[in-house]
C-alpha cells in the first residue's frame, strides 16, 4: 500500500537548528521516510532522537537544512502558498495541545482553523460540530462553554477537535495521551482508529508509549540520534526487543510477558500486539506443550 | 521559525575560559566601570580603543564575533532611527548642510554626531552582552545579591531582587520556547502571522497571547508551590553551597579593566 500510493515523502532530509552559533545542533541526519496513504505509522525513538523535528517537516512548520519533503505529491519550497497547501492538508496536534486554546467558547476555538481557511460561516458551523462530535463532544452542550472550565481530557479533546475542523489527510500527533489517566487514553486511541476507518486518514502517531503504537499502528519508524534506526511492520519491530532496548526504548508491555514467558521456557510466539491476542497464544502454547513447561517449573 | 531562538542577548555561552571563571562580583563592577566609561568617552579614538578593549575580551573569553554581532539584530531598528535623529536634528543650525530632505536638513556635525551615537550604543550593548555571555544567570544573581548585601540597611531587600532576577532569567528561555510551540500550533491551524495591515497582525497576536498568559500563570502558580513545598522563606539565615570568592585573577582582571578605561579617557582630557 506505501509504495503504490504515498502521501508524504522525505529524501535525505537534514536538519540543523542554530547553523552557525555555538548552540549548533544536529537534529536529523539524512532521514528517508514513505508514509502511505491510509497507514498509521508510529514513530519512536528516545528523548532527543529528532521525532518532533521531523514531523514538523510534514507541515511545513520546520524547512529542511538539506534534503526535500513531499506531501501529497507537492514539493514542500518556502513560497506561502505551498506551505498554506500543506498546512491544509497535514493537521499537527502538538504535545499537550490543550494549551493552545484561547477563545472564550469552544464552538470559537474550534472554528479558528476552519475561519482561516476563509469557509463561510454556515461550513465553519458545520464543521465544528462534526469535530465536536468525532472527539465525543456534545456541541450543543460544550459548545457555549469556556474552554478553560473544562477537565484536562476534555481541553484536550477539544484542542484535537479544532485541528480536525481543518479536515485534514494527514493527522499528526505527537504524544497524544501523554499526561491523561489510562481511560482518556484509551478514548483518544479509539477515537484516532475510529476516524482512520472512516475517513481514511492517514496518521502518524509520535509516543513513547510502545503500548499506545502496538494497540494503533501498522509500522513503526524508530529514531535514534537523528537517523532511522529501523522501519518496520509493527510485529516485526517488537520481535527485535534487545535492538530496541540497546537504544533505551521499551517493548509493548504484551510482548514484555510474553519474552519472559519464552525465556522461562514457554515456547510461545512473542508478536502479539494486544491483550486478548497474547491470552490466546499462551493457553494455546500451554495446551500444546504446556506440561512439560509446567513439570519444569515445579 | 528560528528567529526568537536567535535572540542571543542575556544568554550564556558556556565555555571554560578566563573570563568565565572570574568572580560574577568583579564581572558586574567592571561591566558598571565600562559603561560609565562608554558615556564619557568624547571622542572617536577613545571608541575605537575601547572597541579594540572588548574585542580582546570577547577572544578570551573565545565569544565568536559573529555570535555577538547576532545579538544586535533586535536593535537594529534603534540603532537606524538613532542614526537618522541625529544626521537630521543633532548638528546645529548653522552646520553645513550635506544634502535636504523637504523642512530637514543634514549637517556633516549632526552626521558624525549620529556615528557616534550610534558606536556608543552599540559598545554599549556588546559590553553588557559580554557580562551575559560569560556569567550563569545564578551566578550573576548571587553577585548581585552579594554586591547589594551592604544596602541591605536602607531597605534595600538584596535576596528578593536577585531571587526575582534569577527566576526571569531563568524562564526566558522557557517562556521563549513556549512561545515559539504556541506560534507552531496555530501556524498549523492556519494562523497567518506575516501579513496584512498593522491591526490584522496586532490582531493575530491574540491567538498565542491569550495561551501563554494563561501557562506564565501556571508556570507561576507551581513554581510558587514547589518553593514552599520546599520550605523557601526568604533570605534570613539562607546559606550558599557555591561560596563566591575573590582570587589573583580578579584583582589582575579590575587593574586591567581600570587601565582600559584610564586609557580610553585619557586622550579626551588632554584634547579638551
Avoid at chain 2, 547589594?148 to 522557557?174: D, K, N, Q, S
Wanted: proline share 5%; with cysteine; aromatic share 6%.
Amino acid at each position: 500500500m506505501s509504495a503504490t500510493d504515498p502521501v508524504v515523502v522525505c529524501q535525505g532530509l537534514t536538519h540543523v537548528y542554530l547553523r552557525g552559533t555555538p548552540f549548533e545542533a544536529v537534529a536529523l541526519r539524512g532521514v528517508d521516510l514513505v508514509v502511505g496513504r491510509g497507514e498509521c505509522v508510529g514513530v519512536a525513538g528516545p528523548t532527543g532522537s529528532g521525532k518532533s523535528t521531523l514531523v514538523q517537516h510534514f507541515n511545513g512548520l520546520l524547512r529542511p537544512t538539506e534534503g526535500s519533503v513531499w506531501v501529497d505529491g507537492v514539493r514542500m519550497d518556502g513560497r506561502g502558498e505551498t506551505v498554506r497547501e500543506i498546512r491544509r492538508r497535514v493537521g499537527m496536534v502538538f504535545q499537550y495541545p490543550e494549551h493552545q486554546l484561547f477563545e472564550e467558547t469552544v464552538f470559537e476555538d474550534v472554528a479558528f482553523g476552519p475561519r482561516n481557511l476563509g469557509l463561510d460561516p454556515e461550513e465553519v458551523g458545520e464543521r465544528v460540530r462534526e469535530s465536536l462530535r468525532w472527539v465525543g463532544l456534545d456541541p450543543d452542550r460544550f459548545g457555549p462553554r469556556s474552554p478553560f472550565s473544562l477537565s484536562g481530557g476534555e481541553m484536550r479533546r477539544v484542542a484535537i477537535a479544532g485541528v480536525l475542523a481543518m479536515r485534514p489527510r494527514v493527522l499528526v500527533l505527537d504524544e497524544p495521551t501523554a499526561g491523561l489517566d489510562p481511560r482518556g487514553r484509551q478514548e483518544i486511541l479509539e477515537h484516532v482508529r475510529e476516524w482512520r476507518r472512516q475517513q481514511g486518514l492517514t496518521v502518524v502517531l509520535v509516543s513513547h508509549s510502545m503500548d499506545d503504537v502496538a494497540r494503533l499502528c501498522d509500522r513503526v519508524v524508530v529514531l535514534h540520534r537523528g537517523q532511522v534506526f529501523l522501519d518496520a511492520p509493527t510485529r516485526e519491530a517488537f520481535a527485535q526487543a534487545d535492538r530496541l532496548r540497546s537504544v533505551g526504548l521499551d517493548v509493548p508491555r504484551v510482548t514484555d510477558v510474553l519474552l519472559r514467558l519464552r525465556a522461562g521456557g514457554l515456547p510461545v510466539r512473542t508478536d502479539c500486539l494486544t491483550v486478548e491476542e497474547a491470552c490466546e497464544e499462551i493457553v494455546r502454547a500451554l495446551r500444546a506443550g504446556g506440561s512439560a513447561w509446567s513439570s519444569s517449573e515445579a | 521559525m528560528e528567529l526568537l531562538r536567535s535572540l542571543t542577548i542575556g544568554q550564556y555561552v558556556p565555555r571554560a575560559s578566563p573570563v568565565h571563571r572570574l568572580d560574577p562580583r568583579t564581572k558586574v563592577l567592571a561591566t558598571t566601570a565600562l559603561l560609565v566609561v562608554v558615556f564619557l568617552a568624547r571622542d572617536f579614538a577613545g571608541l575605537g580603543l575601547f572597541a579594540l578593549f572588548l574585542g580582546a575580551c570577547l577572544l578570551l573569553a573565545q565569544i565568536p564575533l559573529g555570535f555577538v554581532l547576532r545579538g544586535l539584530r533586535p536593535i537594529w531598528f534603534l540603532l537606524v532611527l538613532t542614526l537618522l535623529l541625529q544626521v537630521f536634528f543633532g548638528g546645529t543650525s548653522e552646520g553645513t548642510v550635506l544634502w535636504r530632505l523637504g523642512p530637514f536638513a543634514a549637517t556633516r556635525e549632526g552626521l558624525v554626531q549620529g556615528l557616534f551615537v550610534t558606536a556608543r550604543l552599540v559598545l554599549l550593548v556588546v559590553a553588557t552582552s559580554l557580562l551575559t555571555f560569560t556569567t550563569s544567570p545564578v551566578e550573576l544573581a548571587d553577585g548581585m545579591e552579594r554586591l547589594l548585601a551592604p544596602f541591605r540597611r536602607v531597605g534595600v531587600p538584596a535576596h528578593e531582587l536577585a531571587m526575582m532576577m534569577t527566576i526571569a532569567l531563568r524562564f526566558i528561555p522557557t517562556l521563549v520556547e513556549e512561545t515559539e510551540k504556541i506560534m507552531k500550533a496555530q501556524m498549523a491551524r492556519g494562523a497567518d502571522l506575516d501579513t496584512g495591515g498593522l491591526v490584522r497582525r496586532a490582531r493575530a497576536l491574540v491567538p498565542i497571547l491569550v495561551p501563554l498568559f494563561v501557562s506564565a500563570f501556571r508556570r507561576a502558580d507551581e513554581l510558587a508551590l514547589a518553593m514552599e513545598a520546599r520550605c523557601y522563606r526568604g533570605g534570613e539565615g539562607r546559606t550558599r553551597m557555591k561560596q563566591l570568592r575573590y582570587r589573583r585573577s580578579d584583582a589582575l582582571a579590575a587593574a586591567v579593566v581600570l587601565a582600559a578605561s584610564f586609557a580610553v579617557l585619557l586622550p579626551g582630557r588632554f584634547r579638551w
